[in-house]
């Protein structure tokens, strides 16, 4: 079949590959300028390149692994990866997995954790034990915090644990985030392999990592925005030139009802147009620091700052990629994250600069002082996430027109907005064209 695909982010990318793995003929058309989507390279960024957004991928992210081996993008070589270890900059707490099987890795990584009290770890892993006994379900869905309060989990958990994670894993406030979405990363990181835990770091930008590297034969039309999709006999025409036999629509929700809007109407369609229309997004901003050396005092890839320390101060994770990228290279780089940030906190940016590098230069000191910045940048990402909330249903890769399949992070995965979740709806939806 001529299969084609709209949008080339990670879901749209592995869609075509499986595609074209399966015989089919497959054009992807991506209305930006490269490919990746919201996981990509900053195009003009010079030789160190930066990404859009910093992004950290974990050992459960089985399907990117396998599809990143059948590019010949050797995980090994183009990932730093390390046992889970939550650092806090302070020196104040630590929690890091043990090498032992798995659950108990997690279990010993919380009775050894450093800065809790024996109530406060004895309150985490009954609270996750519970979980696990219920097979890592909630029913019916609640917001984590209403959960966390059921289990009574203390101050000081919350704080160094489920929130930091759970900004991380779903981008959420614990106030709206999804209990069963947050179940089902810890079930499959934390109860599914030692090495599911592990965090998985890219050593090159987000494009250069398997993106940019198609197999010869799926043709990338890029700077080809679809603006509108025809129903013909047996098949589809975009733009009212290029005509599929099959479609993946492999675009943000919004972009895909606009799309979809323009189809004749058929059973199911409403639903699936007001599903659609339900997702909110969430920003994540990076503040990247190029400094004039690498911070070669700081021997931590990954360090969680405080964010609650001072107003302002909203960094919450700190990469170090003078010890991420290879020995050789030590890129003299900084990115701090700020999850679920809001735009409106950051409009001045010099201003909210100089705070979160005031709160990296107090919450570090331990590493001794951090090298002056030679340039800046801040990167905010406005639609990076949905929100991760109970009771949103999200759309099967299945839609009501045959033919026409549905991609993207947004589908129904039971991951929140991660990598492995678009990776594995853009799969899923090449198994429904065959
Ligand atoms: C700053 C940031 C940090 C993140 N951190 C992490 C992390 O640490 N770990 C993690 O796992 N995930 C993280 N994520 C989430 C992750 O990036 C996404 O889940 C994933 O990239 C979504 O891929 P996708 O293919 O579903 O969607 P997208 O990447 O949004 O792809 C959709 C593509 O469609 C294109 N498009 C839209 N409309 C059209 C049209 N009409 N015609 C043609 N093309 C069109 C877009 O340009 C885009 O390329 C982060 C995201 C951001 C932004």
Same mark, same amino acid.
């Given at each position: ?5 709209? *949008?080339? *982010?990670? !879901? ?16 992807? +058309? $991506?209305?930006? @300028? ?26 459960? +992210? ?7 081996? %059948?590019?010949?993008? /050797? ?23 043990? &090498? ?12 050894? !954790? ?30 984590? !915090?209403?959960?966390?309060? $059921? =289990? ?10 489920? /929130? ?30 030692? #090495? ?5 770091? @890219? ?32 098949? +589809? ?28 109407? %058929? @059973? ?19 503040? #990247?620091?190029?400094?004039? $050396? ?5 021997? /931590? ?6 964010? =609650? ?17 290879? &020995? %050789? $290279? ?9 999850? #679920? ?10 201003? &909210? ?7 990296? %230069? ?40 045959? *033919? ?7 589908? #129904?995965? *039971? ?14 939806? &090449?198994?429904?064209?065959?």
């Amino acid at each position: 079949m001529n299969v084609g695909v709209i *949008g080339a *982010g990670w !879901a749209g990318l592995s869609a075509a590959i499986a595609l074209h793995d399966a015989g089919h003929d497959v054009s992807l +058309y $991506e209305a930006g @300028p490269l490919a990746g989507g919201r996981a990509r390279r900053v195009p003009g960024s010079g030789n160190a390149a930066l990404d859009n957004g910093q992004h950290i991928m974990l050992g459960a +992210y089985q399907h990117t692994l396998q599809l990143m081996q %059948r590019l010949h993008r /050797e995980p090994d070589r183009l990932l730093l990866r390390f046992g889970l270890k939550l650092q806090a900059a302070s020196g104040d707490f630590e929690l890091r997995c043990r &090498a032992l099987p798995s659950p108990w890795h997690a279990v010993a990584a919380v009775a050894l !954790a450093k800065g809790w009290h024996t109530s406060e770890k004895a309150a985490l892993i009954k609270a996750m034990a519970r979980l696990r006994l219920r097979g890592w379900k909630v029913t019916p869905d609640r917001p984590l !915090a209403q959960w966390l309060d $059921e =289990q009574r989990q203390p101050a000081g958990v919350v704080k160094r644990f489920w /929130e930091p994670l759970c900004l991380a894993a779903l981008n959420t406030p614990l106030a709206q985030a999804s209990t069963l979405m947050m179940a089902r990363v810890l079930k499959d990181s934390l109860d599914a392999g030692r #090495n599911a835990s592990d965090v998985l770091i @890219p050593r090159t930008d987000l494009s250069d990592l398997w993106p940019d590297h198609l197999p010869a034969g799926i043709t990338l039309h890029r700077h080809s925005p679809i603006q509108r999709i025809d129903a013909a006999s047996n098949g +589809y025409t975009l733009n009212e030139k290029h005509w599929h036999d099959a479609l993946v629509v492999a675009v943000p929700p919004p972009n895909a009802r606009r799309l979809l809007a323009e189809l004749p109407a %058929r @059973p199911g369609t409403e639903r699936l147009m007001q599903h659609l229309e339900a997702f909110s997004p969430v920003a994540i901003a990076t503040l #990247n620091l190029m400094l004039d $050396e690498p911070w070669t005092t700081l021997s /931590e890839p990954m360090l969680m700052l405080d964010d =609650q320390a001072a107003p302002g101060q909203l960094g919450q994770w700190l990469f170090n990629h003078a010890v991420i990228s290879n &020995a %050789r $290279e030590r890129h003299p780089l900084i990115s701090i994250v700020l999850s #679920n940030c809001l735009s409106s906190a950051l409009t001045d940016r010099d201003a &909210a600069g100089r705070l979160i590098i005031e709160q990296v %230069r107090r919450q570090t000191s331990q590493f001794g002082p951090m090298p002056d910045i030679a340039q800046q940048l801040l990167i905010i990402e406005k639609r990076a996430t949905f929100a991760a909330t109970p009771g949103l249903t999200r759309p099967d890769n299945n839609t009501p027109w045959p *033919g026409l399949v549905l991609a993207g992070d947004w589908t #129904n995965t *039971g991951y929140p907005a991660v990598l492995e979740g678009a990776v594995m709806s853009g799969q899923a939806a &090449a198994r429904c064209i065959g």
